[in-house]
Structures are given as structure tokens and as C-alpha cells.
């Protein structure tokens, strides 16, 4: 029987691949964080000022089937301070820039 042999990744590649793995980590945890802060600010346009916790959990792009608009919808979930309620709910920005809320407070 002939003996199989393994050969070790040379240390050129492994540091790359940690380099590569870090700066991909560090690319999501931006987009995450800038999704949520700019979904801060619209929650602040539309009167939830003093929230903590925010997630945005999805975002889908949806048209109305009559009218072909197209807007875009993001499930949100976050703690009001103020009214110290849970909410979970959508985010709907119309084709036109404007945001409207549906959201849920319990």
C-alpha cells in the first residue's frame, strides 16, 4: 500500500486567507451598522427620537402591480425609550423619497 502525503498550506497563502477573512468581516460589520443608523434616522424623521436596539431584519423591493411603482420595505425591530415598548414593524420608502411607517408597539 502506498502511503498518502499531505502537504501543509505555506504561510504566504495562510496569512492571506486571514486578511482576506478580516477585511470581509469588517465589510459586513459596516454595512450592518450604516443600514442601522441611517433606519435611526428615518425612525427619528417619523417620531421615535429616543430608541435603542434597532435591527433591520429585512428589506425587500416590492411594485404595485396597477400602478408600477416601486418602493423598497424594511422589517425593523427596536426599543422605545420613551413609550418603553418593543416595536417591530415596517419601514416603506415610496419611489418618491418619502418614508411611512407600520409598526406594531407592545
Given at each position: 500500500?502506498?502511503?498518502i502525503?499531505?502537504?501543509k498550506l505555506?504561510?504566504?497563502s495562510i496569512?492571506?486567507i486571514?486578511?482576506?477573512a478580516l477585511?470581509?468581516?469588517?465589510?459586513?460589520?459596516?454595512?450592518?451598522?450604516?443600514?442601522?443608523m441611517k433606519m435611526e434616522?428615518?425612525?427619528?424623521?417619523?417620531?421615535?427620537k429616543?430608541i435603542?436596539?434597532i435591527?433591520?431584519i429585512?428589506k425587500?423591493?416590492?411594485?404595485?402591480k396597477?400602478?408600477r411603482?416601486?418602493?423598497t420595505?424594511?422589517?425593523?425591530?427596536?426599543?422605545?425609550?420613551?413609550?418603553?415598548?418593543?416595536?417591530?414593524?415596517f419601514?416603506i420608502?415610496?419611489n418618491?423619497?418619502?418614508?411611512?411607517?407600520?409598526?406594531?408597539?407592545k
Amino acid at each position: 500500500m502506498s502511503e498518502i502525503e499531505v502537504r501543509k498550506l505555506p504561510k504566504k497563502s495562510i496569512f492571506i486567507i486571514l486578511i482576506m477573512a478580516l477585511i470581509c468581516s469588517a465589510g459586513f460589520i459596516f454595512i450592518v451598522q450604516t443600514k442601522n443608523m441611517k433606519m435611526e434616522e428615518v425612525l427619528a424623521t417619523l417620531g421615535h427620537k429616543n430608541i435603542e436596539n434597532i435591527k433591520v431584519i429585512n428589506k425587500m423591493n416590492v411594485e404595485d402591480k396597477k400602478t408600477r411603482a416601486k418602493s423598497t420595505v424594511y422589517k425593523v425591530n427596536f426599543y422605545d425609550i420613551n413609550q418603553q415598548k418593543e416595536c417591530m414593524g415596517f419601514i416603506i420608502r415610496a419611489n418618491r423619497g418619502k418614508y411611512s411607517k407600520d409598526l406594531d408597539c407592545k
